[in-house]
């Protein structure tokens, strides 16, 4: 399974700009987490990030989450961010990476391909 965020022409991005915007995304979530008055963040966002060969691998802490991929890639002028589920993924990791894709579609703009086949486009922030 597979979706993948098709970044407006012109723009690109690297996988360490990935990584940051990932970390901007946990640090957000943990705010979140301090109004709330909880631990958000670790329910939020439960996985570890590794890095290998230029693909972020997200691990899942617990028996709800197995974990993701995701990796930028580049056609031509075109900048593509993929996020691809492994064969045990479950539908929390699902869940989890629709709800990041759109974040990072919603930051950076661009048409966003859902696993659903659905497709949303964004302006970027």
């Known amino acids: 399974m597979n979706a993948y965020l098709k970044l407006p022409a012109g723009k690109a991005?690297?996988?360490e700009e990935v990584k940051q915007l990932l970390?901007?995304?946990?640090?957000a979530?943990?705010?979140t987490g301090e109004q709330l008055g909880w631990a958000y963040e670790q329910a939020a966002f439960p996985y570890t990030v590794h890095e290998h060969d230029s693909v972020?691998?997200?691990?899942?802490d617990n028996r709800l989450y197995k974990g993701m991929a995701i990796s930028v890639r580049t056609d031509g002028e075109e900048t593509f961010i993929d996020v691809a589920?492994?064969?045990?993924?479950?539908?929390?990791?699902?869940?989890?990476?629709?709800e990041f894709s759109k974040w990072i579609a919603k930051t950076?703009?661009?048409?966003?391909?859902?696993?659903?086949?659905r497709t949303m486009t964004?302006?970027?922030?």
């Open 56 to 60: 972020l691998y997200l691990q899942g």
């Open 23 to 27: 970390e901007r995304y946990r640090t």
């Open 13 to 15: 991005v690297t996988t």
């Open 108 to 117: 950076l703009g661009g048409e966003l391909h859902l696993f659903s086949g």
């Open 122 to 125: 964004f302006n970027g922030a």
């Open 85 to 98: 589920l492994p064969p045990g993924a479950t539908h929390g990791d699902k869940g989890k990476a629709n």
């Open 29 to 31: 979530l943990g705010k």
